[in-house]
């Protein structure tokens, strides 16, 4: 089976402009959720889907939304980007049916750098 | 407030030799408390998952112990192996219907031969 996948792996944008990152979560998996990775922050929960629908969803601005499409696969948006929008951009997904012990499969992340 | 701490921020070990990494938290009502392994330039991936009611677990050279009461695991890797480099990460659930997840910032674990 495949393992999640995120695209593109790299991203260098800067300051104003808006971006977009695909995740492709492992078949029959429903669930996709987003985190973003800094050094000093660690991993922070951004939002939550499942089934196209946001069912949870992190303490960031607006700027940050995202989406899942009928197949699972899940975009995130992240529009007027500033400095501090610089991270490694993390999706997860997960099976459902196993509850709250349901493990998360990573994808390798997409590296973004605001300049 | 719900957090995850971890110690040591960073961890230098000879290869061969064993290691424990702390994590403390205070997630309430408490769900279950994962470790996670990360390498550079990867995503995370699972190494153990245990509920309030599980006490150990164990995954090849890895074995994480869970004491409820005090809110306190571990990670103990046995006979390090220089692929065992990484950043070892402690995720506190809880059991709102939500289960929200609390991350810990990780422990960076270095091993040299």
């Known amino acids: 089976k495949a393992g999640v996948t995120q695209t593109p792996r790299y991203l260098i944008k800067t300051r104003g402009q808006q971006v977009t990152l695909s995740c492709s979560p492992i078949?029959?998996?429903?669930?996709v959720s987003w985190y973003q990775q800094t050094p000093g922050q660690g991993l922070q929960f951004l939002f939550e889907y499942f089934s196209e629908t946001q069912r949870n969803k992190g303490n960031f601005p607006g700027r940050f939304s995202g989406r899942q499409f009928s197949n699972s696969r899940s975009e995130m948006n992240v529009s007027t980007l500033e400095l501090g929008d610089s991270a490694l951009y993390l999706c997860?997904?997960?099976?459902?049916?196993?509850?709250?012990?349901?493990?998360?499969?990573f994808g390798n992340g997409t590296r973004l750098t605001v300049t | 407030k719900n957090q995850v701490e971890q110690s040591p921020q960073s961890l230098i070990i000879l290869e061969g030799k064993n290691c424990t990494l702390q994590c403390n938290y205070t997630v309430s009502p408490f769900s279950n408390l994962r470790w996670y392994k990360q390498d550079t330039g990867r995503g995370p991936v699972s190494l153990t998952i245990?509920?309030?009611?599980?006490n150990t677990k164990s995954n090849g050279r890895y074995t994480a112990t869970l004491d409820a009461d005090t809110k306190q695991s571990s990670l103990h890797i046995t006979a390090s192996q220089l692929s065992d480099s990484a950043s070892y990460i402690c995720v506190a659930s809880d059991q709102t219907g939500a289960n929200n997840l609390f991350f810990g910032t990780g422990t960076r674990l270095t091993v040299i031969p």
């Open positions: 078949s029959g998996h429903r669930s």
């Open positions: 997860a997904s997960s099976q459902p049916g196993t509850g709250s012990k349901s493990p998360l499969h």
């Open positions: 245990m509920t309030f009611s599980e």
